[in-house]
């Protein structure tokens, strides 16, 4: 938010904000518009410069400077025409309500008519309809999200049934939960594992039960922030692809690309496996070669398996599928 | 930054506001604070390019003039009514929502949009809690996302290269997708004459917005819901049966129910339901060897086909 129509579109909303709130600090009103202190400085500068045609003192509007720079208060004052904000663009009303449905669908169902109706109302309020947008984010079963909402208000400790990742345990791990975050559209619960003694994120479409224990969750601070998925310490795996299988560069953390070859950075060699078996003839990791490995086993395996199991079972077998 | 242009632009804006007739371009001239002092052309591109820049942020700039009888000189004049976010009122648990949801472009490609639409929203009163337990992320970093979405809210064609530089494409867009994290447009390929969907990931160079606005129509939403639904994992329409070792693939076990059909020494044989044969097949192909497909034979051979692609290439300790 640099360029000057941001900056006077952001003052038509700031000028009236500050009028109703005199003696709010720098600090608070600055995170209210999302910017720094030192624009936020440079916002009031340009107010001080402006008011009514005239330019006599009396038609400018007035900042305390000196509580402004001293004490990192402001006090804004005699701009009666910009007492009231801009009217919403429909682009907006449409970024408003698109962040909403991303808040239902991983809210717990308790607060669904709260965002309906917050989204209904942001609808009347600009002069045409804004862009339509859908959005999914893989977030499981609604009850799993209101029972986690439910044990963090009571700050309970919550014991989960956990259907793991791609090693595909089933796990019940004691956690205090800490919050719900979105990475490349999958829900996770970021929790403290009593078990691990330490953070851990569990996604939420593989929590299949939450039970309070008779515990009380304890604080541990912030969960750490995962940029992505795969942010922890990663090891790079070159693939030759075929155009066919070229979503995998818009799924996964690519490092770079180069005619059809991908690299990827992988934190789970369980996860490369099953990418690398379910690719099939798609996809060929060319370096390390021994990445690959682990699949190729696995491969050679189900097919000596699938072909020892045709010669004595497949008959049985069919006909039970019918 | 111009502090200057801002300045004027909002000098500007708070002139016309206070009008309480239009006022011509002589008058704007005189009175607001950076007109002064230029030339006659260097004036009028000056103030043609301001009024442009303020109707693009939504302000009503009117034209007209005072008296209808003579042949006035055209004014200008922005009518309080049409200018001010009307009153709103949200209840405590519509401001808690609204909070959680400032944060979901968090440093990406709408923020700027959201933060513009809640500073006017603050300033009418809205307080917005800070983040709490639930804090969703949209993403969207592509410099594409913003370009998209205000040309779908002003109506105007976008224009891009998809997939690679040359490889031009003109289209209306109708909305915008996001599922699992990928943002797609949806919207009329004017060069097909069909509406086609694209990944916003996959606009090589950028995206143009073009003039006019108001270009075309939006359709109703039920048509950019129905292209989502699209994206969606096909219907369940059939049954394949399954063998799985121990705890293994969770999720096909959680969808299938355990059945008495012969399954291999060690495996158990479930009834799982699926949409697509690609879908099941990568799942089971994904967990081999703890998963095999016992039929029907469409699915087993499309997994076998992954498997024998894999198994047929060398170890890295074959390799001399």
């Not at chain 2, 219907?235 to 049966?241: C, E, G, K, R």
Request: include cysteine; glycine fraction near 8%.
């Amino acid at each position: 938010m640099s360029t000057s129509a941001d900056q006077v579109a952001r003052l038509l909303a700031l000028i009236p904000y500050l009028q109703a709130r005199p003696g709010i600090t720098m600090a608070d009103a600055a995170a209210a518009f999302s910017i720094s202190q030192k624009q936020l400085m440079a916002d009031l500068w340009v107010a001080f410069m402006c008011g009514l045609p005239g330019g006599m003192p009396g038609d400018l509007i007035e900042v305390d400077m000196d509580a402004v720079e001293g004490e990192g208060v402001i006090r804004l004052s005699n701009a009666a025409v910009l007492s009231k904000p801009l009217r919403l663009a429909p682009h907006e009303v449409g970024t408003l309500r698109l962040a909403l449905q991303a808040v239902r669908e991983i809210a717990a169902p308790e607060s669904y008519g709260a965002i309906d109706s917050a989204s209904a109302k942001l609808a009347t309020m600009s002069w045409q309809d804004g862009p339509t947008a859908v959005v999914s984010i893989v977030t499981g079963d609604e009850s799993v999200r209101q029972a986690l909402v439910d044990a963090r208000e009571a700050h309970q400790r919550v014991r989960l049934t956990y259907e793991g990742g791609a090693r595909g345990d089933t796990t019940q791990p004691v956690v205090d939960p800490a919050a719900i975050v979105v990475r490349d559209g999958y829900a996770y619960l970021e929790a403290w594992s009593l078990d691990r003694d330490g953070w851990r994120s569990y996604r939420l479409d593989r929590i299949v039960a939450v039970v309070p224990t008779s515990a009380e969750g304890a604080d541990h601070g912030q969960p750490p922030l995962r940029d992505n998925w795969l942010s922890e310490a990663a090891a790079e795996v070159t693939l030759r692809v075929e155009d066919s299988a070229w979503w995998i560069t818009e799924n996964y953390p690519t490092s770079a690309t180069s005619g059809d070859l991908v690299t990827l950075r992988v934190v789970d060699p369980a996860w490369l496996r099953q990418l690398v078996l379910r690719l099939g003839g798609e996809a060929e990791v060319v370096a390390p070669l021994a990445a690959q490995d682990d699949a190729v086993l696995a491969a050679r395996e189900a097919v000596a398996l699938y072909e020892d199991w045709t010669a004595t079972g497949d008959v049985v077998a069919r006909e039970g599928s019918v | 930054m111009a502090p200057r242009k801002t300045e004027r632009q909002l000098n500007l804006v708070i002139c016309l506001l206070a009008a309480r007739r239009y006022l011509t371009r002589e008058k704007i001239r005189d009175s607001v604070e950076g007109y002064q002092g230029l030339s006659d052309v260097a004036f009028q591109r000056m103030f043609e390019r301001d009024k442009d820049d303020l109707r693009d942020l939504g302000i009503p700039i009117e034209t007209g003039s005072n008296d209808s009888y003579f042949d006035d000189e055209q004014g200008y004049r922005i009518l309080p009514g049409d200018f001010e976010l009307p009153p709103v009122e949200f209840s405590q648990e519509e401001q808690v929502v609204l909070g959680i949801a400032a944060h979901v472009f968090h440093g990406a490609g709408l923020a700027p949009r959201a933060s513009s639409a809640l500073g006017k929203l603050q300033a009418a009163g809205v307080e917005l809690s800070t983040t709490g337990f639930v804090q969703p992320r949209l993403g969207g970093d592509d410099e594409a996302v913003g370009v998209v979405w205000e040309a779908i809210a002003d109506r105007r064609r976008i224009r891009f290269d998809y997939r690679a530089p040359g490889l031009t494409r003109l289209v209306e867009a109708w909305g915008v997708l996001v599922r699992r994290g990928v943002w797609y447009v949806y919207g009329l390929d004017l060069d097909r004459e069909a509406p086609r969907m694209f990944r916003l990931s996959r606009m090589a160079g950028g995206v143009e917005a073009l003039e006019p606005s108001g270009a075309y129509e939006l359709p109703d939403r039920g048509v950019v819901e129905a292209a989502a639904a699209s994206l969606e994992p096909a219907a369940v329409t059939d049954t394949a049966f399954i063998a799985i070792r121990g705890t293994a693939a969770p999720a096909l076990r959680r969808r299938g129910s355990v059945v008495t059909v012969p399954a291999p020494d060690g495996y158990v044989a479930y009834a799982v339901p699926y949409g697509s044969v690609g879908e099941i097949a990568d799942q089971a192909a994904g967990a081999a060897p703890n998963v095999l497909v016992i039929g029907p034979d469409e699915v087993r051979d499309a997994t076998l086909d992954r498997l024998r692609a894999v198994a047929a290439r060398s170890l890295s300790t074959e390799l001399a």
